[in-house]
């Protein structure tokens, strides 16, 4: 089963993925979760949830 993660899963297109993926293994992380702009934290945030060869939205 392919694993996601959408970034930005409160916003408007974050919460249409969502809806959309339900019931597939996806993890949704908001603005107040993850700052996009620090590389660290989204490398850690990808390995923690998707590991490699999966998607990030």
């Given at each position: 089963?392919?694993?996601?993660?959408v970034t930005?899963?409160?916003?408007?297109?974050?919460?249409d993925l969502m809806d959309t993926l339900?019931?597939?293994?996806v993890t949704g992380l908001t603005r107040a979760d993850l700052d996009i702009t620090?590389?660290?934290a989204c490398q850690?945030?990808?390995?923690?949830?998707?590991?490699?060869?999966d998607v990030v939205v």
């Open positions: 089963m392919t694993r996601w993660l930005g899963s409160a916003g408007l297109l974050g919460r339900h019931g597939e293994q620090d590389d660290a850690a945030a990808v390995t923690a949830t998707v590991g490699a060869g």
